[in-house]
């Protein structure tokens, strides 16, 4: 696997390899299926790819579990971009396969809660049976395993299948987020609508303590995208948080709630700072009154002449 190689969650047919090549650096790298999340995340971590590409959530069912673990323990990783893609699914079978004749099917289980009002009107009786991923489920279904898939259209003719539904959704606009993940390294520069990722972690239990976290964020303007909490395995109760914040960790206001965070978390992890999916700079709401990079220079120059003496 050379090193300018891109892993990501495969087999060939995948939404994950959909979105990955909609990326213009995917064009001039390999591009490498694998089995599992933790398998393309590892292959970074032992330098045997430059980057991996997974998803991370979906406006559906929420943040896509087995990643956010890869990113919160582990050798550390940085996300360097993020892609949208809008999901609908098809049901694959075998070419000839009715409808009436479907007794099992099978899907990435964040595939689940995206078609369940469809499973239960169409196919109330179908047993469920997870797989590795939408386009591994096709596979399975090529081999026999499975009657049928939720996957994307496009995975039929890969895998000699054929769409006997389509455009199969329960909630409209679904659409998953996924993340090219590399080795930490120094983060793009800003682009002006930008997001930066973190994991903190509580000092310990008491009143308010997520609170006086996330306030952090809230006196100095930085507007929250994502809190997802995640166990740490500790324990009942001990729980880490995964955050998405918007803005660069160049900008003043973010820089100052990171260090705000690190002064009162036992832990804090930097996923990354990188450009905002689908949304262009003039669409990024201005700081708030108190809260640019100018008044957080003001202020900092203020202090160090009162320090001085110099007022
Ligand atoms: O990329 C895929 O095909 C996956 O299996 C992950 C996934 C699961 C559900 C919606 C979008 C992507």
């Avoid at 679904?174 to 520069?189: C, D, E, M, N």
């Avoid at 809190?227 to 500790?234: A, D, I, V, Y």
């Amino acid at each position: 696997m050379p090193a300018s190689s891109y892993a990501y969650l495969g087999p060939e047919g995948t939404f994950t390899e959909v979105a990955l090549r909609t990326l213009p650096e995917a064009a001039t790298r390999e591009l490498v299926p694998m089995i599992s999340v933790p398998a393309a995340l590892d292959a970074v971590r032992g330098g045997e790819v430059e980057a991996a590409f997974v998803p991370i959530e979906n406006s559906v069912e929420g943040g896509i579990t087995t990643t956010l673990d890869e990113l919160v323990a582990g050798r550390p990783l940085m996300i360097y971009r993020e892609v949208l893609l809008d999901i609908t699914f098809a049901l694959l079978v075998r070419p000839g396969t009715k409808l009436s004749e479907i007794k099992t099917v099978t899907a990435h289980p964040a595939a689940q809660t995206q078609v369940r009002n469809w499973l239960k009107a169409h196919l109330p009786d179908a047993a469920w049976e997870s797989s590795a991923s939408n386009a591994d489920g096709a596979r399975l279904v090529q081999e026999g395993r499975y009657d049928a898939a939720f996957a994307g259209k496009f995975a039929a003719e890969r895998y000699g299948l054929e769409p006997l539904v389509t455009d199969i959704h329960d909630a409209e606009n679904a659409q998953t987020r996924f993340i090219l993940v590399g080795r930490p390294a120094r983060p793009s520069a800003p682009t002006g609508a930008d997001k930066t990722s973190v994991v903190i972690w509580q000092r310990e239990d008491h009143p308010g303590a997520l609170m006086e976290l996330l306030q952090e964020f809230a006196i100095r303007g930085v507007n929250l995208m994502l809190l997802q909490s995640r166990p740490t395995g500790k324990g009942i109760g001990d729980y880490c948080f995964a955050i998405d914040a918007e803005g660069h960790i160049t900008d003043r206001r973010v820089a100052e709630a990171l260090m705000g965070l690190k002064r009162v978390c036992p832990q804090v992890r930097f996923l990354g700072s990188y450009p905002r999916a689908g949304v262009a700079v003039e669409d990024v709401r201005p700081p708030r009154a108190g809260t640019s990079d100018g008044e957080f220079v003001a202020a900092s120059d203020w202090l160090a002449r009162c320090q001085d003496g110099r007022f």
